[in-house]
């Protein structure tokens, strides 16, 4: 999974630095409640990260609707691997296990 769709929703996703629980393991409901705020503090200028919010920016993905293009759980790979993009607007960074399992647990959470 290396396309730039995939790689940017990656980037948006973990542009901070939280967590606990492992990648792998099913994070508790603290965990996911961590994977909640590292988005809305990180990526909510850009995407929809609620189950009925609109994205601020006209072309990012809600990250509710993620599933309908990519398996969640594809995107733990770029994530670990750690996201460098040309966009101006998208950080440059590397996930740790924990944050990465908590991201993935939020974003589950709002699949249909």
Partial sequence: MRNS???AIAACVLCGTLGVGMAGEAPDAA???N???LVEANCGRCHAIGPADKSPHPQALPFRTLSKRYPIEALEEALAEGI????PEMPEFQATPEQIGE???YIK????
């Fill in 31 to 33: 965990g996911v409640a």
């Fill in 5 to 7: 769709a995939a790689s």
């Fill in 109 to 112: 959470t709002l699949q249909p």
């Fill in 35 to 37: 994977g909640k705020a």
């Fill in 84 to 87: 460098f993009t040309g966009h």
């Fill in 103 to 105: 991201i993935i647990a």
